[in-house]
């Protein structure tokens, strides 16, 4: 911590969160023990209930908007008077889906303490969402909390919208902000979402990949067969998948669909720049996570973040290990998502990878079952569902005012940040840039090492307090005198 | 029914036999109630004490023979005055692993009889083992019943055993014949396992392939990676074992391991001539399976079973369809059952696996975990489990006064049956071959659509009533000549 670069409201700030980091924490957990996946809407409605009353005990107007249909987002508005700019933070509320069974020591919805007592910054908290995205959300309340202790007040008119459906791919945010234009007109965005940088050091990220997705199934005989009666003879389901993934990447990562990487706009000079800056962590990623070789080496993680993705997350065909039975399956299932730059269009990509299927001879249906005349007349026949969409790349430019100001702000409190032309995961920036036509610029805390999307998701209490101080900067930054009043 | 080539005695067994129908039914049914997997060794010993209770009730003198680590096989003798042959009729009475939740109507265990009255032959009784392979157990001591309540006697002297580890490898069926030389010496013994034709005539199998097999898994990263933040840089293990499994099997079926087809001994003469003389199936079993083209096709099914056979029976890896979650999964396991015919070792199969593993650039773990050093050591990595062990393929000759004397017993009551070399299932006919050196035969009497190794297993009612018939038919055979008083 930088004591030299914080003006004196800033330590008055400081003083009064620490005095309260049991009370932020009990908060923390109360929220947490509400459930929040998709599975669920009364539980996420239940989420939004509650942060709408966290925002309106601290003074902001807050509502839920609705729209028929969707999860609701909550809204959230604190006028400063005089205040010459208006900045929406944004973060959401829902969570990955959970298999309770994998979770160690406690449930996905117990949040539990370990490694250290709350006063070790090292210690962690586990629950779902812990870090993915309710993190950001209890950090701005905090920010509120320990503003008014010291009676600071925020130098810009702040908004907050909390989004309910983030990981189920947004698929209702653009309705709810059309919805919506004048409470979430902003002159600019700060994406509250993903991790700070691998070496801990804050990140700021001006775009992010965009993402989509599908699942195939390729069909063997009707009924599971005797793997004894029919092996060598009836048609493998799970071979013919194995077969044709591997058509589609090679052993050094690279995707073999054709196409694939089409249209991908070249990063700007300012951006390679920005990129050199970031401190090398492949080698010291690769020790923790056992990977002797990454895909796509020798480029750097960074680098090929850069480029559009091709992602199996899971396969499954019968059963394996104790439960397997001696079966020709019926079936064979991949999910795959697939994670998109600034060029690519998310339904032309999964154009691309129809076209590859077909042509290595299979038959494809379309969202739906193939029949059992496409069946006996194909020798091979998959269908692929592709129901969640998914959405495009956006980067907005570093050189903007608006990344600019939110770069002094954040350094003014953590020192010099890194600055990431795009961010590997994917937030719904344009979803957001469809309607609102502002800069988005991404502003994390969570740690990067946190689990999440997986089980046992956990925060590193350091990075609560880091990201309390984070808001209160991007609360209090100077204003810019372009702006007028509104 | 062919009732001119019935004598008298069989006529009165008929009619005995049709009267008990009911009562058969309600023993089989309290027989399907008793759990029998592998993972119940209490249920399984149940099975065994139910089975001895059945056998004494008909004064069979009966044992459980026990070795040490084992579930216990059943072994049962009826002693003939006179006789001089004595033939064993082996089954087994455990059955594959059940998934309840896939089971429709009604659990594994809780039998029900659907598609019409018991009275219906067209009726099937579903439960785990309703065939496989319990139904065999069932018919003999019906045939007993019959026999007895029409005043017949069997022509032979008659031994039974009843296995209870078949489905988990029998690899303590061995042991038990070892430390029981004397009780299960016979002139041959009769395998009661397996499926009749797929036209619903009556076969005789005189070999079956062997079998072995493996779990395969493949590393990734240490913990699971948000695909996002890591998807073209973190290697996919699913996408590598899809690349590995593409490189063992190609579209049209064939193994492209080194050396999987070498050593099969082929088939004689008189074998070659039998498989000519089994009716067409093919294209009827594509049109039922709904599978456009076979593997090794233009080659039959019965002749492919000939061959040995390279069968993934499930792969698993994280999760697909509203399950899956954006990540990049640590492992991808796959299952794999290799089917042996005659010159196969299993050993050698497996070594021949594992060579081409390593031939595609894995470091390979055998039966461990591999280590943080290896991960970090090897591009790729895989551990492969081959604890099941397996057996090999044998075969009897058709053309042995055991052979001619068991087709002529069968074709007495069922007409001209088929005469298979080579079962596809495999039965654990080297495991007894390794003991008792005396000709196995293999008469099965179950439906071949019966989902056995599967969901929904189930019996049609016919094939019971039918298999009774053969029973009370090789029970009641004439002796042949050449033998001893014994």
């Not at 058509?247 to 991908?264: A, H, N, P, Q, W």
């Not at 036509?437 to 999440?452: A, E, F, K, R, S």
Request: charged fraction near 20%.
């Amino acid at each position: 911590m930088r004591l030299r670069h914080l003006p004196v409201a800033a330590l008055l700030v400081l003083t009064a969160a620490a005095q309260d980091r049991s009370r932020v924490l009990g908060e923390f957990t109360d929220f947490l023990r509400i459930p929040n996946v998709a599975a669920d809407p009364a539980g996420l409605r239940r989420n939004a209930e509650w942060i709408r009353s966290a925002l309106q005990r601290r003074g902001v107007q807050a509502a839920l908007l609705q729209v028929p249909g969707a999860v609701p987002a909550v809204f959230g508005e604190l006028r400063i008077p005089d205040a010459t700019q208006t900045v929406l933070f944004y973060a959401h509320y829902d969570g990955q889906p959970v298999d309770p069974g994998q979770w160690h020591g406690s449930g996905p919805f117990e949040p539990s303490l370990r490694g250290g007592s709350p006063d070790d910054p090292e210690a962690r908290l586990y629950a779902r969402s812990s870090s993915d995205d309710k993190a950001p959300v209890i950090a701005m309340l905090a920010a509120l909390d320990s503003l008014r202790a010291s009676g600071v007040r925020p130098s810009i008119n702040l908004k907050f919208l909390f989004e309910g459906e983030e990981e189920a791919g947004s698929r209702n945010l653009g309705r709810i902000l059309a919805a919506n234009r004048a409470a979430v007109d902003a002159d600019y965005w700060v994406i509250c979402d993903g991790p700070v940088h691998q070496t801990r050091r804050m990140q700021i990220y001006f775009g992010a990949r965009g993402v989509t997705g599908f699942n195939l199934t390729v069909y063997g005989p009707r009924r599971e067969l005797h793997s004894g009666h029919y092996g060598n003879w009836a048609p493998n389901p799970a071979l013919m998948l194995s077969r044709l993934l591997a058509s589609m990447k090679d052993d050094e990562g690279r995707v073999l669909i054709t196409g694939f990487y089409d249209g991908v706009q070249p990063l700007s000079e300012i951006e390679i720049n920005a990129m050199k800056g970031e401190p090398p962590i492949d080698e010291a990623l690769q020790r923790e996570l056992w990977i002797a070789r990454s895909e796509n080496s020798p480029q750097r993680l960074i680098e090929v973040i850069n480029q559009p993705s091709f992602n199996i997350r899971g396969l499954a065909s019968a059963a394996v290990g104790d439960a397997s039975r001696n079966v020709i399956p019926t079936e064979a299932t991949v999910s795959v998502d697939i994670r998109l730059v600034k060029g690519n269009d998310p339904q032309a990509m999964l154009e691309k990878v129809k076209a590859h299927i077909r042509d290595q001879g299979f038959f494809l249906a379309e969202n739906r079952a193939p029949t059992e005349f496409e069946r006996l007349q194909w020798p091979k026949v998959a269908s692929i569902t592709t129901a969640e969409g998914g959405y495009r790349a956006v980067r907005t430019p570093m050189d903007l005012p608006a990344s600019q100001q939110v770069i002094a702000a954040v350094e003014r409190v953590h020192g010099p940040v890194i600055k990431m032309p795009t961010l590997g995961g994917s937030v719904p920036l344009a979803i957001i840039d469809d309607v609102v036509h502002v800069p988005l610029i991404g502003v994390p805390i969570v740690n990067h090492d946190n689990n999440q999307h997986s089980h046992n998701e956990n925060l590193r209490l350091q990075n609560l307090w880091d990201g309390i101080r984070t808001f209160e900067a991007l609360f209090t930054m100077p204003a810019r005198s372009t702006g007028q009043p509104r």
